[in-house]
């Protein structure tokens, strides 16, 4: 029989344990946060040092790998003769760690001749002026329509993902900025990447093949009012739906935010990101517990913050950045083309980079030199958010893209983007109300469900009880019968009595 520690034990499993379950979802003890949060669900692989060995990438899916600080790496495809691919790769460098503005990551898509795919096209990232280490993205693309005739047929492609390091040019400026520049970059640690895989198929009929020649590129009129408070997420999976407005976070020195923006088919978005005055000047001053003195313009920090839009494949459009002295600065993106499929024939970035309809990425990085100069605490970012043009017809594809929803915006993404959103479509909402909200009927859920669960073992126990206790009784009611009449009944046993059967 089960003694009484059993039943408790049962009944803290119900209670106490379901409550438990909820809280190992939040973060736990540690450091702190990653700098990155890579895609939930990513696949881990190793790039191979030779082709041959490398492993097989997937369209639709995303995985984890890790670059070394020398050498190369190399993954496979399996290409359709009719879908266009994309590669991209996000290199994650080691808080803390020296990059030079020259360091970065290039990646290419390569047939069995070890011929470049694209090699017009953009495929390496750098740090930049910034010097600062922070996630960067590098695409690739193996593009197939009219006109493009290196590869072109089905089969085994190759990707190869290495370090890009300065070279020629860059790298007398390097030099001529920083002499130990080169050894800084040797002794550099390994860096985790984040591969996705996307492809596009061809259209139907054939379309236009060059892009539109007239676009409003006159300076863009943002958003003014009161800011709403939207934090930002840490990656691309992770980041957090932005629609017209204007939109506030903190962000700290050495802190890399991502937003996501849906964009259809002939839409045009504008974008400032300014950064809010100190209130306190630098670090010089020496007043309050954060460093920050009164003498304003004392500290100055070149390439504060850096923001990038990146397109649904996470390549990149456009970047700006600016200087940072304890007032308020504002970085602003170049005048971008609206969404167009042809767009892909332009021979600028900026505009073939505008060539899917669906969620654009926006980067915003504040360098950690800030600290240095004007405490640790964080900055007040706001962003200004501007999406023109109605809704288009998209072009007729000839299949399906995968994933499906890289490429095109549907009025769940619209809603996604009002309500801020994640990526992923958890449904979480951004505002802190709501996620509040979420947290206190989850608690109350588990709450509800342990009290439940606890009443049904309660039950159950005292219906045993009982059950037992009247078995018991009819056995000592036959055993009377059984004594006065002279005879011993079968299982008979001793009266019965109150309470819980014995042993327990």
């Known amino acids: 029989m089960p003694t009484v520690a059993a039943v408790v034990a049962v009944l803290c499993a119900v209670t106490p344990g379901k409550a438990g379950a909820a809280g190992a979802s939040g973060p736990g003890p540690g450091p702190g946060p990653s700098p990155y949060a890579f895609a939930e669900g990513a696949e881990t692989v190793a790039g191979a040092a030779s082709n041959v060995e490398g492993h097989r990438l997937s369209p639709g899916k995303t995985y984890k790998s890790a670059l070394p600080r020398a050498g190369q790496r190399f993954y496979r495809l399996e290409l359709k003769a009719e879908d266009s691919a994309y590669v991209s790769v996000t290199a994650v460098p080691d808080p803390g760690t020296k990059v030079s503005y020259a360091d970065g990551v290039e990646v290419s898509i390569q047939d069995a001749d070890g011929n470049n795919c694209s090699p017009m096209e953009a495929e390496e990232a750098r740090i930049g002026s910034s ?146 005055s100190t209130g306190g000047g630098a670090i010089g001053g020496g007043t309050g517990s954060t460093g920050r003195g009164v003498g304003r313009g004392a500290g100055y920090v070149s390439s504060a913050l850096v923001m990038t839009l990146s397109n649904p494949v996470r390549a990149e459009v456009d970047d700006a950045d600016t200087a940072y002295d304890g007032k308020q600065k504002t970085a602003v993106l170049e005048p971008l083309p609206p969404v167009a499929y042809e767009n892909r024939f332009a021979l600028t970035d900026e505009v073939s980079a505008m060539r899917f309809a669906g969620w654009y990425y926006l980067s915003v990085h504040l360098s950690p030199e800030v600290a240095e100069k004007f405490g640790e605490a964080p900055l007040e970012l706001t962003l200004r958010v501007d999406v023109e043009g109605s809704p288009r017809p998209g072009p007729s594809y000839a299949g399906s893209s995968v994933p499906a929803d890289d490429f095109g915006v549907t009025e769940r993404d619209t809603e996604a983007a009002e309500r801020g959103e994640v990526a992923g479509g958890d449904g979480a909402a951004a505002e802190d109300a709501q996620d509040a909200e979420g947290k206190d009927n989850g608690l109350m859920a588990v709450v509800a469900a342990g009290g439940i669960g606890a009443g049904v073992v309660l039950l159950a126990i005292l219906g045993v009880w009982t059950l037992i206790a009247r078995r018991r009784q009819a056995a000592a009611v036959a055993a009377a019968s059984a004594s006065a009449s002279g005879t011993s009944a079968p299982g008979a046993s001793a009266p019965a009595r109150f309470g819980p059967p014995q042993g327990w």
């Open 131 to 276: 010097e600062s280490p922070r996630p960067i993205t590098a695409t690739a693309v193996r593009r197939v329509g009219p006109g493009e005739k290196s590869c072109a047929r089905a089969g085994t492609y190759y990707v190869l993902v290495e370090r890009a390091r300065a070279s020629g040019t860059a790298q007398r400026l390097a030099q001529r900025f920083d002499q130990d520049d080169q050894d800084d970059q040797d002794d550099q640690d390994d860096w985790d990447l984040e591969i996705h895989v996307a492809s596009e198929p061809v259209l139907r009929a054939d379309g236009a093949t060059v892009p539109p020649e007239t676009w409003n590129s006159a300076a863009p009129v943002l958003p003014s009012g009161e800011r709403r408070t939207r934090e930002g997420g840490t990656s691309f999976g992770t980041a957090r739906g932005l629609d017209n407005g204007v939109w506030g976070a903190d962000v700290e020195p050495g802190q890399t935010l991502f937003y996501r923006v849906p964009l259809d088919w002939g839409q045009q978005v504008s974008v400032a990101a300014e950064l809010g």
